[in-house]
């Protein structure tokens, strides 16, 4: 069953795209708190997914080779319309989820357990999940670390964002140097040739 889209769709799509992080490499402290979800959780498959207009990709991802799937079959698409935890003991027995091809082949799922990653604003831009291929839940002691990463996830998305922000200030800030330096330097080299613009004199009326 495809998900629904939130009602807020397109700011929280436009909200996403700031933080300029779709389709970029691996980065070592997303693979850490994916690797730490897996433990944490013993689940053989965790993913940080961003669910963008008409797919989910994975920044981060832990015993699967995928790097994106249709946004018509994710799991997380269902996960973002959710305040809290999208719990699945056994996809096979969950209307929304029975038909679905990640279930029915590989990787088969059966178990799923995703925490929003929620912006500062309050837009859900994904998840991190974890993900088994046998039915089952969940303790409270899990369900609790898998919040506390996700918001872990959400944090450091924030403050890649604003280190991109600051760099992309201080290239500019950069930029604006050297022109104002060239400028003075033009100045300079017209003054010596005689050739530098005379200063208007104001006349009083």
């Not at 837009?123 to 839940?137: E, F, H, S």
Request: proline residues 5%; aromatic residues 4%; hydrophobic residues 40%.
């Amino acid at each position: 069953m495809k998900a629904s889209k939130p009602k807020n769709e397109g700011q929280r799509i436009k909200v996403l795209w700031q933080y300029e992080v779709l389709d970029t490499v691996p980065e070592a402290v997303f693979e850490e708190l994916t690797q730490l979800a897996a433990l944490i959780c013993g689940a053989p498959i965790a993913l940080i997914s961003l669910v963008d207009e008409d797919r989910q990709w994975f920044k981060s991802k832990v015993g699967l080779t995928l790097s994106e799937t249709s946004r018509d079959i994710s799991m997380c698409a269902h996960a973002i319309l959710q305040g809290d935890l999208l719990i699945v003991p056994d996809a096979t027995l969950d209307k929304r989820f029975k038909d679905n091809p990640l279930v029915v082949s590989t990787p088969k799922i059966r178990f799923y357990a995703g925490a929003p990653l929620v912006s500062p604003a309050g837009y859900a831009l994904g998840t991190l999940c974890v993900i088994d291929q046998v039915p089952r839940n969940l303790t409270d002691d899990q369900k609790q670390a898998l919040r506390l990463l996700a918001r872990h996830v959400m944090t450091q998305l924030e403050l890649r964002r604003q280190t991109l922000e600051l760099s992309c200030h201080r290239d500019e800030v950069g930029q604006l140097k050297q022109t104002l330096a060239q400028a003075q330097a033009e100045i300079i080299r017209l003054q010596r040739t005689g050739n530098a613009p005379k200063k208007v004199k104001h006349v009083r009326s």
